[in-house]
């Protein structure tokens, strides 16, 4: 497994798209930190980054990948490797490279300069998301053969996740909003792993004071360990369910 | 060695294996002949296990291949077409696929040396012709000395010399007892490497007979002529 993970990871780094989006986000990261002696801009600036750049970065580049080296996988399957295997090292391979790509290019800046708690949360929520978004570049590449209709299935759930699932939640909120509805809004963030990341981090940020009595409600929820621990364990579910979807898929799959 | 019972394959609606039944025994040389689309590519993709059968079952020294991978450590294979990583060198790949295979058998270099292959292993495989990268997929397959070779249109896109030389090395493993399953359109070349032959159609075998009960059978001295003469006197019926 191991040799196979390795071949992965160096033909990876060998791309130097990774190498261009590590450089961008250490630009990013770096200048937003420096432009001022408090970090709380530069904390923003990778809120953000995590919350979009990461996610479209993880999704679209696994995607690509992944249709590009079918003639990769092809080769291997002729050879004996079990298919999980080859699928796992995959995974294995591309998630190492973008969680490296995101530690050296955030986590780095982060640990300079916010090596407190906040900065430590938003290193690993960086890199679960990282591991999200890959998770689903699996799923969605193994769903269909044609490659476009794969890369727009991979925008498509970017988009979906990263701007229309706030407008939804929004839209719920206004509409709803004579109905406690509070409690449910907690399980509705379930459904989507940015919005448990953006949840996480603003509460260490202390931003949810601002966030009325629903920041409240979240603040209950998700400010206390066991809340935390949940939230945890579903971001990780976000990333073992689709990849363990896709893995089952691929087995099954003729090529 | 190789056993195909009650194959289907179906891809959503469309039958491209119907219940095909075939036996492969060590030291045959079998050809696997048949129109574009009848089913042959799929044919080998299921004996590799990268095609899953609706139903049915292929069994190699007994043992069903369903969900199995070792037995592919005895087969070589040889693409249609061999795509590989595009910045992967001919030496990358070969180095590569020795260090998944880990094996300590000694390797079969032959066509590594007679395609000279050697030369050209700081290339990039994108720069490469299709011509030169058969060769490296026909040097993988015979590298490690397996018992069964699955060849899938070897000589096309080879040049006259290098598809003598693959020619020679096929005859000269069947020599050695393997078994040996070559897909191709071309007849001619096949004459004097096969010992049986497999014609298929929409997905059947239409028939699977030796050589020497072909030619007789049909009066002909030759493979494409006999197999021409078959498919007449069945359009004719």
Redesign the interface.
């Known amino acids: 497994m191991n040799?196979?993970i390795k071949?992965i990871f160096l033909?990876i780094l060998?791309?130097k798209i990774i190498l261009a989006y590590t450089i961008i986000l250490g630009i990013l990261s770096w200048s937003s930190f420096g432009l001022e002696d408090n970090s709380a801009k530069g904390l923003l600036t990778i809120l953000n980054i995590i919350l979009f750049t990461v996610p479209l970065v993880s999704i679209l580049f696994s995607t690509i990948y992944l249709y590009?080296?079918s003639?990769?996988i092809?080769?291997?399957?002729?050879?004996?490797?079990?298919?999980k295997k080859i699928w796992l090292s995959l995974f294995l391979g591309l998630s190492l490279s973008m969680v490296l790509a995101f530690f050296i290019g955030a986590g780095i800046p982060l640990l300079v300069y916010a090596p407190d708690s906040v900065g430590i949360m938003m290193l690993i929520v960086g890199c679960l998301i990282s591991l999200v978004f890959v998770a689903l570049a699996f799923l969605s590449s193994i769903l269909t053969r044609d490659k476009s209709k794969g890369i727009g299935i991979a925008i498509m759930s970017w988009l979906y996740f990263a701007l229309l699932f706030d407008g939804i939640v929004l839209f719920l909120l206004f509409q709803f909003s004579d109905y406690p509805i509070e409690k449910a809004m907690v399980a509705v963030t379930a459904l989507s792993p940015i919005d448990l990341a953006r949840i996480q981090i603003l509460l260490q940020l202390d931003a949810s004071a601002m966030m009325g009595y629903t920041g409240a409600i979240f603040k209950d929820f998700f400010g206390t360990s066991l809340g935390l621990l949940i939230s945890f364990l579903l971001l990780c579910s976000w990333v073992v369910v689709p990849f363990f979807i896709s893995l089952i898929k691929f087995k099954?799959?003729?090529? | 060695m190789i056993e195909i019972k009650n194959l289907n394959k179906k891809?959503g609606r469309l039958e491209v294996l119907r219940d095909v039944n075939l036996t492969f025994k060590k030291g045959e040389c079998i050809a696997l002949i048949g129109p574009n689309g009848c089913g042959k590519t799929t044919l080998i993709?299921s004996i590799?296990?990268?095609?899953?059968p609706t139903n049915g079952d292929v069994l190699f020294n007994q043992k069903s291949i369903l969900k199995e991978?070792?037995?592919?450590?005895q087969?070589g294979?040889m693409?249609q077409i061999?795509?590989?990583?595009?910045?992967?060198t001919i030496g990358q790949i070969i180095e590569?696929?020795k260090?998944?295979?880990?094996s300590n058998q000694t390797l079969d270099e032959d066509l590594l040396k007679a395609f000279d292959l050697e030369k050209i292993f700081g290339k990039q495989m994108r720069t490469l012709s299709g011509g030169t990268t058969q060769k490296v997929s026909a040097t993988l397959a015979f590298l490690f000395n397996p018992e069964v070779l699955i060849l899938d249109e070897p000589t096309a896109g080879l040049d006259p010399l290098a598809s003598e030389i693959l020619k020679d090395k096929i005859i000269k493993e069947k020599e050695k007892g393997k078994l040996i399953l070559i897909t191709s359109h071309l007849l001619s070349e096949l004459d004097d490497m096969i010992t049986q032959i497999i014609f298929m159609q929409d997905g059947k075998v239409h028939f699977h007979k030796t050589i020497t009960d072909l030619l007789e059978s049909t009066n002909e001295q030759k493979i494409s002529k006999a197999i021409a003469k078959i498919l007449k006197s069945q359009s004719n019926e």
């Open positions: 040799r196979i071949i033909d060998k791309n590009n080296s003639e990769f092809e080769l291997l399957l002729s050879q004996p490797i079990k298919r099954n799959k003729d090529l | 891809f993709k590799l296990g990268m095609v899953i991978y070792l037995y592919r450590e087969i294979y693409p061999g795509r590989y990583p595009d910045y992967m590569m696929i260090k998944i295979r880990n």
